[in-house]
């Protein structure tokens, strides 16, 4: 739509027009700001007025459209968990006595407090009783086992080189601060953050009763600070050609000595799995070099902070406070903690995922809704069938592979074909750490229990989740139920709004098949890059133009993104966009899109995107997050795909006075 029907369209948008009748778009015109032009800047004119009366709740660091979701949920799953709660006589061991229980656990402040520090103790002991450097490793390895501060993170996964079975991948860690930048930068604001690290780790020592906290935090910083050094940035560690390296454990010994492989393996059962895929090999065997060189006293405060810092959210006030204060206040400016409340909501939700949203989907995802969730995707499907076919940078080898894989698609909408079971796990009222450690170890045991085996297409993540993703490995995309909740998707509103919005999202997931990671895996999830040499020079053509237009993106005044990082997702960004319009398009067949509200199809379409990503950050969290995000900040999130598709210019006559105009051929097409 071109010229004065563009224009007439946005006029009587503006003017607020409308006819009675007619289906809802799903827009709420007070939530626009009419004195900014869509063709400036889509994401204001669409959420201005929303950001003028939005404030950010004090217990967040950002707040938009999927926050708000979020708290809708946990809202429903809060009275969810309550009413299970109150019933009487739950019987041991069963799911609603572990939901019940459990969440009364974190609201249990009383014997939290009267338990004290006393409560890791234990704990404490062990890290006390290390002597030898396979002590250490064996202790990092327990509290890897446990998901409670052990140096590195790990999932377990599908192996791409066996099909069928599990494999463990490790990934580089050992730092507590957001990013090696901020250990090794020469800058006032990051220097004044490793002083305020410095405070908190003394603080840290001295409730755990340690003789010289100042020295062990001093220390503690010395090392993490030579970890930093060998660590790789946030862009190297998204790069899929250079993440995927395999090794046994006899291997390890072998190639990077100075670490007990073994040792480290054995309490998380490692030892059983054919082997190990080290996201950053570089960074381990400096890491298994620089033990040798750290004295034991070091290492046991190193373990010992990471312990206590993973475990404060489940102690009492002085843990809770000191550890709020600095990765709360100082890293992001949060003002002020969750409440308790919502981390119940939230303890529920990662241990018990499954249980609890078996009820949700009960209430929440009615059959009628999955059904048109489905046809939105199948829509997808099909437009992405088009868009390879007609792909001028895809050889004809690759758009036959990028077809099959299209093909053998796996797709997830709402919750699982199968629910776990969590018959064993203990929960008791009366123990939040208890709770917590239990909860850890039985979920390690569970994910390691077919190491070697083959694997069972669990999802990652509960139904009650506002999010999605694509696994490589599985050539699964998993669309969870909460997700599709206004302002994402409105089962009462017209399609147009609900395509640019989690149509949008749901090709961005797909899209990942096919980008410099999907590449490298093949219809079956096996790892076989089925690029060209050619197909690869010109992705990274579009990439790398991509890359430059996001570099002049600033998320606050000085503060510039890293358009390299976030280039990968930006790319999906464009994609999706991109398909979700054209499945639009054909889900209309030979029909003309309504206009509702006075916006034509196509402008409800593009509206609906940059809703999506209605957003408010907190400064300090921006300038935290800019240069390690892979994600831009939403509010460039939204001009910045727009910026770059015909469409939209063509819906709303974007021209060249325009701020989001951008010349044709500086336009970046990628489906």
């Known amino acids: 739509m071109r010229g004065p029907l563009a224009a007439a369209l946005l006029a009587a948008a503006l003017a607020g027009a409308g006819a009675a009748g007619q289906p809802r778009s799903g827009l709420d015109p007070a939530e626009f700001d009419r004195a900014v032009a869509p063709q400036d800047d889509l994401f204001r004119h669409v959420n201005g007025a929303w950001l003028k009366r939005t404030v950010i709740p004090g ?55 009267r338990r004290g520090a006393s409560a890791i103790r234990p704990q404490l002991q062990r890290l006390d009783a290390m002597r030898t450097a396979r002590d250490v490793a064996a202790e990092a390895g327990y509290l890897s086992s446990i998901a409670a501060g052990g140096p590195f993170g790990g999932l377990v996964g599908l192996d791409p080189l066996n099909r069928g079975a599990v494999v463990v991948r490790v990934t580089q860690g050992g730092i507590l601060l957001p990013d090696r930048d901020y250990y090794l930068k020469d800058d006032a604001s990051l220097a004044a953050i490793r002083a305020a690290y410095a405070a908190y780790l003394t603080r840290v020592f001295e409730l755990a009763g340690r003789a010289a906290p100042g020295e062990d935090a001093r220390a503690v910083l010395a090392f993490e600070t030579a970890l930093a050094r060998v660590s790789w940035t946030e862009a190297e560690s998204r790069n899929a050609a250079l993440t995927y390296t395999r090794f046994t454990l006899r291997q390890l010994a072998s190639e990077m000595p100075g670490f007990d492989w073994a040792a480290w393996a054995r309490p998380q059962g490692i030892d059983r799995s054919p082997a190990v895929i080290l996201a950053q090999p570089s960074f381990f065997k400096a890491f298994a070099a620089l033990i040798p060189r750290t004295p034991i006293a070091t290492l046991r405060a190193w373990l010992l902070a990471r312990y206590v810092t993973a475990a404060a959210p489940y102690l009492n006030r002085a843990f809770e406070d000191a550890r709020y204060d600095f990765f709360g206040v100082t890293l992001t400016g949060q003002e002020r903690p969750r409440e308790r409340w919502k981390r119940g909501v939230s303890l529920v939700n990662a241990f018990l995922g499954d249980a609890l949203g078996r009820l949700y989907v009960e209430r929440q995802f009615p059959d009628p809704t999955r059904a048109r969730v489905q046809k939105i995707l199948a829509s997808v499907v099909d437009a992405y069938r088009a868009a390879l076919k007609e792909s001028d940078w895809l050889s004809p080898s690759a758009r036959r592979e990028a077809l099959d894989k299209l093909s053998s698609l796996s797709t997830g909408v709402g919750y699982p074909a199968q629910w776990r079971s969590y018959r064993g796990l203990e929960i008791a009222a009366d123990d939040l750490l208890g709770n917590w450690q239990r909860a850890l170890t039985f979920d390690n045991q569970y994910r390691l229990g077919n190491v070697g085996g083959s694997a069972g297409g669990e999802w990652l993540m509960p139904p009650q989740t506002v999010n999605a993703y694509y696994t490589p490995a599985a050539n699964e995309i998993v669309l969870p139920a909460a997700i599709f909740q206004p302002p994402l998707f409105d089962a009462a509103a017209d399609e147009a709004v609900n395509y640019g919005a989690v149509g949008a999202l749901i090709a961005h997931e797909i899209g990942h098949a096919f980008d410099d990671r999907g590449r490298r895996y093949d219809a079956s999830g096996a790892v076989r890059d089925w690029w060209t040499a050619a197909d690869a020079q010109r992705f990274e053509e579009r990439a790398a133009a991509l890359a430059a237009q996001l570099d002049r993106y600033e998320a606050l005044p000085g503060v510039r993104v890293s358009g390299a990082l976030a280039a990968a997702e930006s790319l999906a960004d464009l994609g999706g966009l991109s398909v979700a319009l054209r499945a639009y398009r054909m889900s209309l067949g030979n029909r003309r899109a309504p206009v509702i509200d006075g916006l034509a199809g196509e402008q409800r379409f593009f509206m609906g995107w940059a809703r999506m990503w209605r957003s408010k950050e907190r400064d300090a969290y921006l300038r935290s997050t800019a240069q390690t995000n892979a994600y831009l900040p939403p509010m460039l999130r939204a001009n910045a795909a727009v910026s770059n598709i015909d469409g939209f210019f063509d819906a709303f006559g974007v021209k060249a006075e325009n701020r989001l105009y951008r010349a044709p051929a500086e336009r970046i097409r990628i489906w």
């Open 59 to 113: 217990d967040r660091v950002t707040y938009g459209a999927f926050a708000e979701i979020v708290d809708q949920t946990d809202q429903t799953l809060r009275g969810l968990i309550e009413r299970i709660a109150a019933r009487p006589n739950r019987p041991r061991g069963s799911p609603a006595q572990q939901i019940g229980d459990l969440y009364a656990s974190m609201m249990n402040v009383d014997e939290i407090e």
